[in-house]
């Protein structure tokens, strides 16, 4: 047990601290089941407190090192935001504890009565819940796959949003995706009722887990556990209902109003499909959850709320359309409005959001004032939605011209009182993995600038301008607009968005990774990782360890850090035993660029930039023994820039390596977007759906600045050589401050 648990210490919490959360297990217990009880309690955990629950097993019911062993394995190797976070264990004295993040809404068994949990909200669990069951079933970052084996609604947890969390992975098997997708078993695995009748065979499958969902969605759809009082099970019953097309005597009554037929019917044959007798004929998860998304895609246009008067206001709008459009119901008008439509002569894409809100993509045929006819072109390959054509910029073969272009906006449908954003539709041809566009444009006098394009569903990408809350349907605006450096691009419109906070899987996936226990006061220490490569790093210290030191003193020092290489480099510990380094700028930036000065609070001399000047140079090599091996390394530029009051927003750098190839753009100011407030321009917006990418400043914990430059892997070669370049279209290294390059695992 303790050997297996060495590669999972990094996750061990103190049983003293358990003890002082659950009040030495005598709180009431906030659930319980065939593992024993889980309490409710708060921790202090990566430097804040925060509220988990505790689950402890009790050997007396059934569940012992194999099942806490397969939880920690499971939850600790596989993330994803429809799965339930492990936070950490505890193994000591006999008790076996795991520690989840909290989901305060329960699991999905208590709620299946409850007719306040809405048919949308139904539908989005289940989603929820399918595609945390598609990745374990085909995680794209690993060459296994997981077998929940135990899937059931009283394991499908929701947080404080209603998300579906898959728990519970005790009873889960592992397989080699080259090994085939049966696992034989000897022991009885799952709950009655969920369990996969062709489980008398002793061998689980995928599609065991598929028919366990499909008792799930049954349950779902008719509001209540898949047995009876008296613990009769009536998934046959059921199953015979919808054979008979006689869903209605079985569905929850409560919901009946609230259910788009579509939806419904859609939702019940996936329910049923994953029923089937045969393994054969249920369908894979990936497949189950692409359905119910189309449930709940028609389900969210039902539920949309039009405001009072809106036959009379849409009828005169899609008369407009070309071609016009006719209906003859509320719910064929909401499938046009989301669908949306071609207005003003094909020149204008009107649709509606999920919430009502007008959304307007005016074609930039009908927006540019003085521009050649002939830069006006229709191209079947990029698929625009303006047969008027696109505008494509006319520039010189060696790219360098300047290309600017004047647009006149003028809107007709948008919605009062509603804030929007304002993008630029475009593709860019030439634009490799950048997300980088030189553009800048004057609005209302000032200028802005937008560096960053993100990708849209339909094929085309935008870059966002600025935000205002609308008055009224028309407003008027005048944008002039300068390209430079990037000149391939398509420009298909520009589009009035309402605007909507966007979370993206790689944030929360990222927030989730970082969320690691402090262990270093645990009394329980790991001699796995002291590796006897440690003893040569602490002889380079520049202070030296006392040679009578306990293992967990070193520990300490190795994980507070220590300077070595005659005091240019920090060599430290990540939590989980990783090697870090710290290399400082007097050590690793090349040429004559900068001056030195030393502050308060940091290791090493900083290098200030010295003004003007367009490139600098990154050279170091770096000792492989000093990394961990086989392991995956960014490398992030630490640095603090002050704000030069003559360029609103600083254009980004770019880095290239010894043989003059790109490898990023990199940003030292976060991209901001302007924000039109009673007619005047504000710069100090940041977006809130901008998503995370490479090359996107973060603040640090230590009020210094981080971007990443560079990321290698550490192979068996002695020595790592980092060469790059830093340059740029304009002062970007003005005001710029640097502390060094510290190297950190992905």
Same mark, same amino acid.
């Given at each position: 047990m303790a050997s297996i648990t060495k590669e999972f210490e990094h996750l061990r919490i103190? !049983?003293?601290?358990?003890?002082? @959360?659950?009040?030495?297990?005598?709180?009431?217990p906030i659930g319980s089941g065939g593992f024993g009880a889980v309490y409710k309690g708060e921790m202090l955990l990566f430097n804040r407190r925060i509220v988990v629950?505790? $689950?402890?097993l009790n050997r007396h019911f059934g569940q012992g090192n194999p099942e806490f062993l397969k939880e920690i394995q499971t939850l600790s190797r596989y993330k994803h935001q429809n799965l339930i976070l492990l936070l950490g264990f505890c193994d000591e004295e006999g008790h076996k504890v795991l520690v989840y993040e909290y989901a305060p809404m329960e699991s999905l068994d208590r709620h299946l009565c409850d007719p306040s949990l809405t048919w949308t909200q139904r539908i989005k669990i289940c989603v929820g819940a399918a595609k945390g069951l598609c990745y374990l079933h085909d995680p794209r970052d690993t060459n296994q796959r997981v077998l929940h084996c135990d899937v059931k609604s009283a394991n499908i947890l929701l947080d404080e949003n209603m998300t579906a969390k898959v728990a519970d992975?005790?009873?889960? *098997?592992?397989?080699? &995706?080259?090994?085939?997708?049966?696992?034989?078993? %000897?022991? &009885?695995?799952g709950t009655p009722g969920y369990v996969d009748p062709q489980f008398m065979e002793n061998t689980l499958t995928k599609e065991s887990d598929v028919y366990s969902f499909g008792v799930v969605l049954s349950e779902v759809l008719c509001g209540r556990l898949c047995y009876d009082v008296h613990g009769k099970l009536l998934i046959g019953m059921w199953k015979q209902k919808y054979m008979e097309k006689k869903l209605d005597e079985i569905m929850f009554q409560e919901l009946k109003t609230q259910m788009h037929p579509k939806a419904l019917e859609i939702f019940s044959d996936v329910a049923f499909q994953c029923l089937r007798d045969t393994r054969e004929g249920r369908p894979a998860m990936s497949i189950v959850a692409e359905k119910l998304e189309k449930a709940l895609g028609f389900q969210e246009i039902y539920d949309i709320k039009l405001p009072e008067g809106y036959m009379e206001v849409y009828r005169a709008i899609l008369l407009d359309a070309d071609p016009p459009l006719n209906f003859t119901s509320e719910e064929e008008l909401k499938e046009h409005l989301v669908n949306g439509t071609l207005l003003n002569g094909g020149k204008t894409w009107f649709s509606i959001n999920l919430k009502g809100e007008h959304c307007e993509l005016i074609s930039i045929a009908e927006c540019l004032t003085r521009i050649a006819s002939e830069s006006i072109y229709a191209d079947e390959?990029? $698929?625009?939605r303006f047969a008027v054509g696109c505008y494509k910029p006319n520039v010189q073969s060696d790219g360098l011209k300047v290309q600017e272009f004047r647009a006149h906006v003028k809107t007709g449908f948008l919605s009062p009182r509603v804030t929007y954003t304002v993008n630029l539709v475009l593709k860019k041809m030439d634009r490799g993995d950048e997300r980088y566009i030189g553009l800048n444009y004057k609005l209302g006098g000032e200028i802005s600038y937008a560096f960053l394009f993100d990708d849209r569903q339909d094929g085309w990408s935008?870059?966002?301008l600025f935000q205002f809350t609308s008055e009224k349907r028309d407003h008027d605006l005048k944008i002039v607009f300068h390209i430079e450096n990037c000149p391939y691009i398509l420009v298909e419109g520009i589009e009035f968005r309402p605007l909507e906070k966007v979370e993206h899987e790689v944030l929360l996936n990222s927030e989730r990774e970082d969320l690691q226990p402090i262990t270093d006061d645990s009394e329980t220490f790991s001699e796995q990782i002291l590796s006897n490569d440690y003893k040569d790093i =602490?002889? *380079?210290s520049t202070h030296g360890v006392r040679k009578n030191a306990t293992k967990k003193e070193i520990y300490s020092i190795l994980r507070k850090g220590f300077l070595i290489n005659d005091g240019q480099v920090w060599f430290? =510990? &990540? *939590?989980?035993? #990783? $090697?870090?380094? #710290?290399?400082? @700028?007097? @050590? %690793? !930036?090349?040429?004559n660029y900068w001056s030195w000065k030393s502050l308060p609070k940091t290791r090493f001399e900083v290098a200030q930039a010295q003004d003007p000047y367009k490139r600098f140079e990154i050279f170091y090599e770096i000792e492989s023994s000093l990394l961990s091996p086989q392991t995956t390394y960014a490398a992030y530029l630490v640095y603090k820039q002050e704000a030069d009051k003559n360029i609103a927003q600083p254009p980004p750098a770019h880095v290239k390596d010894s043989n003059s190839r790109s490898i990023c753009v990199i940003f030292f100011s976060p991209p901001l977007t302007p924000v039109i407030i009673n007619g005047r321009v504000n710069h100090t917006h940041w977006p809130m759906n901008r998503p995370i990418i490479k090359g996107l400043p973060q603040q640090r914990s230590d009020g210094w600045m981080e971007v990443q430059i560079w990321e290698f892997c550490n192979t068996t070669t002695k020595w790592i050589m #980092?060469?790059?370049?830093?340059?740029?279209y304009d002062k970007t290294f003005k005001g710029l401050e640097v502390q060094g390059i510290e190297l950190r695992p992905k």
């Open positions: 103190p !049983l003293e601290k358990i003890k002082e @959360a659950t009040n030495s297990f005598r709180n009431t629950a505790i $689950k402890h992975f005790g009873l889960s *098997k592992i397989r080699p &995706a080259n090994q085939g997708d049966s696992v034989s078993v %000897t022991n &009885a695995v390959v990029h $698929k625009s935008f870059v966002e =602490l002889e *380079k430290s =510990l &990540a *939590k989980d035993g #990783m $090697k870090c380094l #710290m290399l400082s @700028a007097r @050590a %690793t !930036l090349e040429g #980092m060469d790059l370049d830093l340059s740029n």
